[in-house]
């Protein structure tokens, strides 16, 4: 158990907590939820014991083994399956000392080393690291690259494969899910729910906390407050005590019946059946989602497009990618009230196609028809780097349309958490968050009739992520949206494009179908147009079981190879357990020959856990392949 008692904690002179408390239980999985800058990543420092608190007790067992997520990953020439094994320090120190005593001959000390070899499980470390880069989405070809090679948020992959792989008792993940695609997201997921020690995790991503924690801690006027159940059931919990602020709670019931008023009396008029269905579904959502954040800072919203053309751009044989296609042949057309997510896995194109399109890149292949008024709204990660460092965000603004009275300006930027000196502030001093929101600012401000959104949730709070949300919602224009979270997918957005292998098509199905895709490789979810074949006949049938054996076959004999690898390893591991029994084997005259023997039966006994888990792991291959075949 961890205990925090009457934490006070001071940054510089604004006080973080005052007085809070916190009892963290051994096997819990706990979300951290607060904004920006209220000490969240603070309290992860505390917990790994890397800063000192003002007052109170922190009580933390000896024994807990505490791994963390680092945030920063400096440039160097280690190969990336090094990198990550690195993350695993007692293995390292074992390996260390082995490498010394093998040099001096040591035979005590190399018997001894061998037993906690084993015991860290260190015959099957590599295999390990590579389970955990190929699940946060590297390729084999990655895995001798060195850590240069990478990008930043790659760099931040391997650090997240680092702290998995460290044996640990209390792991802190800091925004783990934010350089994931939607596939090492899901991946990340089912890795969490099989870990078994305590998970303490920093997350804006409320469907991922949904799935994973059972407990949220709050920061709540400088205190922690900790909601029994996940991110939804705390939603519901703040409701209650929020909706008992009656004037707040008025004020939605206002705002509902208004939108009911004007869906009843606008939903059969052709000219504003358009906005009816928009606030019909705005209601619908506002229900579920809007109590809890009656008190968020944030509410703003897109400024009205000065046209909406009916058709914004059209895709003729579009091919888009660097060098090489990354996709060809695509023929897509985007009307003005298109909403469209991407979908595929991680370096098949989503980013490459969104540069395309704002005309960052030229396509490889094909055209792109764009409308005369075709205004295009691009938000990615990169465009923080853009911003001017040395201006302020008012003087941003006014570059942008300097006849704008300059209190519009202020008044705009108030909806996004920007006011007072902070408008006239240097844009160097912001955190990341507070520049995210900023870059977020100036494409809200520009009127776009196409908005192109590559994971816009990144470095934004959850009460931020929430009002980009109901923006989105709200905005009655075209969007192409990459995101890996997926409550932002589910509510911003009608239909889904997967690109994958080359190819581009529409997605029939919902999100969840797409996770049974990702997830179960047996899954009758297709991508695309609807293929109609006709059943074969006899002859056909024959010659495609005949097909399907001739598939089988290796697999097969792979099976029975295993099957007297097993065999001749459990003769092995019986001969060195009968000759272990031999009484004389432990006087000082046989030692050598004991080392020995104890350093194979450590080797036999990888070797068997090995081939019996590769063995399992085929013959559930097998029982597949016949199941759909």
């Known amino acids: 158990m961890i205990s925090l008692k009457d934490i006070t904690l001071y940054q510089s002179a604004t006080p973080l907590l005052q007085e809070a408390s916190l009892m963290i239980y051994q096997g819990q999985k706990l979300g951290v939820i607060g904004r920006n800058g209220c000490g969240k990543t603070t309290l992860f420092r505390l917990l790994m014991g890397e800063m000192t608190h003002d007052a109170g007790e922190v009580l933390i067992p000896e024994s807990c083994r505490r791994a963390q997520m680092l945030q920063e990953t400096e440039a160097s020439n280690r190969i990336a399956m090094d990198y990550v094994i690195d993350g695993h320090h007692q293995f390292r120190e074992i390996e260390a000392a082995l490498k010394i005593a093998e040099e001096n001959d040591n035979h005590d000390a190399m018997a001894e080393l061998y037993a906690g070899f084993e015991a860290v499980d260190g015959w099957t470390i590599n295999n390990r690291a590579e389970q955990l880069l190929m699940g946060l989405g590297f390729s084999t070809g990655d895995f001798n690259r060195t850590v240069s090679d990478f990008s930043g948020g790659w760099r931040i992959r391997l650090n997240l494969a680092q702290a998995l792989i460290q044996p640990s008792d209390l792991l802190l993940l800091d925004e783990p899910t934010n350089h994931l695609d939607l596939e090492a997201t899901l991946w990340l997921r089912q890795w969490l729910l099989r870990y078994e020690g305590t998970v303490v995790l920093i997350s804006h991503d409320r469907q991922f906390l949904d799935e994973v924690v059972g407990h949220i801690i709050s920061f709540e006027n400088r205190n922690l407050i900790t909601y029994r159940g ?213 494409v809200a401000w520009q009127r776009p009739n196409l908005l192109l959104m590559d994971e816009p949730t990144n470095h934004l709070d959850l009460e931020m992520v929430h009002a980009l949300t109901r923006a989105l919602q709200e905005y009655e224009c075209a969007l192409i949206l990459v995101s890996h979270d997926r409550h932002l997918l589910n509510n911003t957005v009608d239909q889904f494009l997967l690109i994958r292998g080359g190819s581009v098509d529409f997605f029939d199905g919902s999100l969840d179908d797409y996770e049974n895709l990702i997830t179960d490789k047996t899954s009758e979810v297709k991508a695309g147009a609807k293929q109609e074949t006709a059943a074969p006949g006899r002859r056909e049938q024959r010659q495609l079981a005949a097909q399907n054996r001739e598939q089988l076959k290796p697999l097969k004999e792979k099976l029975k190879k295993l099957e007297k690898q097993m065999e001749k390893l459990h003769a092995q591991a019986s001969e060195i357990e009968s000759a272990l029994a031999d009484a004389s084997l432990y006087e000082e005259a046989s030692k050598d020959r004991l080392a020995a023997l104890l350093e194979k039966q450590v080797k036999v006994k990888s070797a068997r856990q090995e081939t019996e888990e590769e063995w399992i792991g085929l013959s559930e291959a097998l029982e597949e392949a016949e199941t759909v075949n």
């Open 230 to 442: 996940n991110y939804s059931s705390y939603e519901k919990q703040k409701a209650e005590r929020l909706a008992q602020q009656q004037a707040a709670y008025e004020k939605q019931q206002l705002q509902k019946a208004h939108m009911e008023d004007f869906v009843r009396r606008f939903r059969a008029k052709a000219s504003k059946a358009k906005q009816a269905q928009s606030r019909l579904k705005e209601l619908q959502r506002m229900v579920e989602i809007e109590p809890a954040h009656v008190d968020s800072p944030f509410r703003f919203r897109f400024r009205e497009a000065l046209r909406q053309p009916d058709v914004l751009l059209s895709c003729e044989n579009l091919g888009v990618g660097y060098n090489r296609p990354l996709f060809s042949k695509l023929n897509l057309t985007v009307n003005g009230s298109a909403r469209l997510g991407l979908l595929g896995p991680n370096g098949q194109g989503k980013s490459t196609f969104l540069k395309t399109l704002c005309g960052q890149l030229s396509p490889v292949d094909g055209l792109i028809h764009k409308s005369d008024h075709l205004v295009v709204g691009y938000c990615a990660q990169h465009q923080t780097d853009e911003l001017d460092q040395q201006a302020s965000p008012l003087q941003l603004f006014q570059r942008l349309d300097s006849k704008v009275p300059e209190q519009e300006i202020r008044n705009f930027l108030g909806s996004f958490a920007f006011r007072g000196e902070q408008v006239d502030a240097v844009i160097g001093r912001f955190s990341g968050g507070e520049k995210s929101r900023l870059a977020l600012a100036l």
